[in-house]
Nanobody, 115 residues
Framework: QVQLVESGGDLVQAGGSLRLSCAAS????????MGWYRQAPGKQREWVAS???????NYVDSVRERFTISRDNAKNTVYLQMNSLKPEDTAVYYC?????????WGQGTQVTVSS
C-alpha cells in the first residue's frame, strides 16, 4: 500500500519559486505514473502535471513552461518545481497516482501567491 505526504508549500510573492515534494511509502510507487493536482478555493481539484515511470512529462497548459515535475525512484519522491508563480496558482497541491485513486489523497500542501 502506498502513502503519499506532500510538503514544501509556502507564501510567496508573484514571480517567486517553490519546490514541492511528495514522499511515497511502499514499493508500488516506482511502478506507477505520478501526478500533481491542485484545488483552489471554491474550485474543483484539477490535474496539474504528470510523469510516467520512464520520466515522460505532461502539463496543463496554464503551468507549461513554468512548472517542472520530476521523480527520484531511489528516494520514492516526486517533485514539482514551480517558477514564475502567479496569484492564480494559489491552491492546495496534492500528489497522487495517475489516474488518481481516492485512497491516496493526502493532506496536501498550501501554496499562496501574493500579488
Amino acid at each position: 500500500q502506498v502513502q503519499l505526504v506532500e510538503s514544501g508549500g509556502d507564501l510567496v510573492q508573484a514571480g517567486g519559486s517553490l519546490r514541492l515534494s511528495c514522499a511515497a511509502s511502499g514499493s508500488a510507487f516506482r511502478f506507477n505514473p505520478m501526478g500533481w493536482y491542485r484545488q483552489a478555493p471554491g474550485k474543483q481539484r484539477e490535474w496539474v502535471a504528470s510523469i510516467s515511470v520512464g520520466a515522460l512529462t505532461n502539463y496543463v497548459d496554464s503551468v507549461r513552461e513554468r512548472f517542472t515535475i520530476s521523480r527520484d525512484n531511489a528516494k520514492n519522491t516526486v517533485y514539482l518545481q514551480m517558477n514564475s508563480l502567479k496569484p492564480e496558482d494559489t491552491a492546495v497541491y496534492y500528489c497522487n497516482l495517475v489516474p488518481a485513486m481516492r485512497i491516496y489523497w493526502g493532506q496536501g500542501t498550501q501554496v499562496t501567491v501574493s500579488s
